[in-house]
């Protein structure tokens, strides 16, 4: 039986970093985190592109227009939703899940998710701090797995 999995490693591997602006004392960290990890990766500055977007929303627009570009071989998806005392919170938090999901479904290039959903300021600060339990940091760490992974599944070397 041959068995395949991503690497952790994903030196000369192209990746694009879609950050909200929204609640920014959270998304920085969150980008943080993912810096750090594709840096210990392997990866390159220079093989990062880092695309800014107003809010969760607009994530999913952004990633499939980096996904359909042929340029990068994973998206890393950042935001932070924080409940408030409105529907709106369900609503963008819906939609920006499942546009993600569907870009990734519909260009084959894979699209980590490191948008927080939370019910308070609180937990979102705790899922942004530096460290393992970093979500940004999460998402792009499963984004190497899945680039490495597909390239494996192709037939092509990993790393």
Known sequence: MRE???SPQAAGYRFAIVVSRFNPEITDGLLT???DALAQAGVRDDDVTL???PGAFELPVAAQRLAESGRVDAVICLGCLIKGDTMHFEYIADAATRGISQVGLETGVPVAFGV???LTDEQAEVRARPGDGN???EAA???VEMATLLRAIDGGPTA
Do not use: D, E, I, S
């Open 4 to 6: 395949l999995q991503g």
């Open 33 to 35: 985190g993912a810096r």
């Open 51 to 53: 695309v800014r977007v």
């Open 116 to 118: 927080l959903t939370t």
């Open 135 to 137: 979500k940004g940091r």
């Open 141 to 143: 760490l499963a984004a």
